[in-house]
């Protein structure tokens, strides 16, 4: 789909600072000229002033240098704790962000509601207060009186052995989750591939159209940095709360947040969840841009109702308390579907809480998958990496069909994969802007929306066989293959079409592990697989596919059972 022509010229994005020109590009559209606001990196710190830091540690083996250091965020108004890693080529260059928290508190959370008093009592005489008690008691904020590099740490192992014995709670740092979207740096495109293309690597969304394209009966929460509710192609398609009377400064529905129409801001606890930064924007446009209006993009769903439910601020970063709020409130408010195009790294016992409380009420949470280029089964990206069954993982493909050089990956922790690179969606700065990003976070909303579909097509299938249905109809790929549970891109079409979800193929015995034979000589090794759907074998040694021959055997007695065989 291309840019209408009334929009050929027009510009998507307004420069405000140094930092937005520097990812300022302008580009041709169907002969005119247009410019478009990048999103900055919510990762970059290094226009945060840095307060103080730690001795530089050289990690073994020469795999580069770690260090400990606290800047102040000003678009938080807090400081924080950062560790990266640096290059080993002495310039100083950060290569990885390994971890993020709020430097002067701490999240308190339980399975059961917390009395203040007792946290208080708990607190005094300490150099930390009981900040903030979230409305149904399950989740607190500490804060200290001062920091360092090591407050939050020396904080953990003063109040957790308290805290677990008082609630039965856990006591964590107030990490920072931030928006997983990159920044192309090529020419725009002009197509929405993702729901169509000519390479036929998109989730044939027209073929899936013709079954169904409302999912106007189901709620879809975006929780991210808000939504631009006067856009074009967004405002026919937002949640209404009909619990709240627009703009009379009353709590209607006394939920804790005054006017509430449309979602609230988390951060400023109002009911205005306005889009300052783009990409929560961008991601409702990928689920849910009106379609078939004659003007801007298509969302996945042509009609919708979505959520929008802002806790990413105008630098796309949020806190684990904050996103714990967010879940809470949409769950609370009917949502079925969530989208998270965010994340962090390491588990939090308060989010787990939260979205177990969303597993509960049948609520799927559809995670990215990360876009630093690595292995999940080894290195931990939350919430994508959670094992709860209501958590999905999405990770990236390109136009061409592979996966993403910047998306995260595993086999066994990332289900679907779906499109990710250069995807054109609405944007914030005005009510007619589009953007082209790339990202998981572009990924992430393509399978919300297929979801939502899902569920207005089946309502009275489980939430497993759901999820089970997204991943067995997903259309396989070689290139994808052990970089996703799916081994390929989600199919709206096949979704639909699905009427009985097939057993997936479970590997009953394998063979040993071979000794080591020296080069020339013949190792053989064998699998037996029960499935209902066609499988092929590939035999890798430490991620290296082996070359060889592979031989089937077929046993017709209840289900197909395959024997492989490779020589190499």
Do not use: C
């Not at 929560?280 to 209006?293: D, K, L, Q, R």
């Amino acid at each position: 789909m291309r840019l209408p022509s009334s929009d050929v010229g027009k510009s998507f994005g307004d420069i405000a600072s140094p930092a937005a020109q520097a990812s300022h590009v302008v580009t041709h559209l169907d002969g005119g000229v247009g410019s478009v606001e990048r999103l900055r990196d919510s990762r970059d710190w290094s226009l945060s002033a840095e307060l103080f830091a730690g001795e530089e540690i050289e990690l073994a083996g020469g795999a580069g240098v770690e260090r400990w250091r606290v800047v102040m965020a000003e678009d938080l108004g807090k400081p924080v704790l950062l560790k990266e890693r640096l290059a080993s080529d002495g310039t100083g260059r950060v290569e990885r962000l390994v971890g993020s928290m709020l430097a002067n508190e701490l999240v308190v959370s339980s399975g059961e509601p917390m009395d203040r008093g007792d946290l208080e009592r708990l607190v005094a005489g300490t150099a930390w207060r009981l900040d903030e008690v979230s409305r149904n008691g399950l989740l607190a904020t500490l804060e200290a009186e001062s920091f360092d590099l090591d407050t939050v740490s020396e904080g953990v192992g003063l109040f957790a052995g308290a805290m677990r014995a008082a609630f039965g709670g856990d006591v964590e740092p107030n990490v920072i989750y931030y928006a997983m979207a990159t920044r192309p740096d090529d020419e725009l495109w002009e197509e929405l591939w993702g729901l169509e293309s000519q390479q036929d690597n998109d989730i044939d969304a027209p073929d899936g159209w013709d079954l169904l394209s409302d999912a106007s009966s189901v709620t879809v929460a975006i929780l991210d940095s808000g939504v631009r509710l006067s856009h074009e192609d967004l405002k026919a398609n937002l949640w209404l709360n009909s619990g709240e009377v627009a703009g009379n400064g009353v709590d209607d529905d006394r939920n804790g947040y005054v006017d509430d129409v449309h979602g609230i801001n988390v951060i400023e606890g109002s009911g205005d969840p306005s889009d300052d930064y783009g990409h929560g924007t961008h991601v409702a446009g990928i689920v849910g841009a009106e379609g078939n209006n004659a003007i801007g993009t298509s969302g996945v769903a042509w009609r919708a109702r979505m959520m929008a439910v802002k806790f990413l601020n105008a630098s796309g970063r949020g806190t684990l308390e904050d996103a714990v709020k967010a879940i809470d409130y949409a769950v609370d408010n009917g949502a079925k579907v969530i989208n998270a195009s965010w994340g962090g790294e390491g588990r939090a016992a308060s989010l787990e809480r939260a979205m177990d409380r969303a597993r509960v009420g049948g609520v799927a949470i559809v995670a990215a998958a990360g876009n630093e280029g690595l292995n999940n089964d080894e290195v931990y990206s939350y919430p994508a990496s959670s094992t709860l069954a209501n958590v999905i993982s999405v990770a990236s493909s390109t136009p061409d069909g592979t996966l993403s050089g910047f998306s995260n990956y595993g086999f066994e922790t990332t289900d679907l994969v779906a499109p990710g690179d250069y995807v054109l969606s609405t944007w914030h700065s005005a009510d007619d802007a589009y953007s082209y990003e790339s990202g998981t976070s572009m990924a992430a909303p393509y399978v919300t929306g297929v979801l939502a579909l899902n569920l207005v097509l089946r309502p009275n299938d489980s939430l497993q066989l759901q999820l089970d249905r997204l991943v067995q109809s997903s259309r396989r790929r070689g290139d994808l293959f052990q970089r996703a549970r799916s081994g390929g891109v989600v199919n709206l079409a096949l979704s639909l079409a699905m009427e009985e979800v097939p057993f997936p193929p479970v590997l009953i015995e394998h063979s040993e592990k071979v000794v080591a034979k020296l080069e020339g000589e013949t190792a053989t090794f064998s699998a037996v697989v029960s499935s209902e759907l066609p499988v092929s074998f590939r035999w890798y040694y430490e991620d290296v596919e082996l070359v060889g021959e592979t031989t089937r055997r077929w046993f017709w007695i209840r289900l197909p059972f395959w024997t492989g065989v490779a020589t190499s």
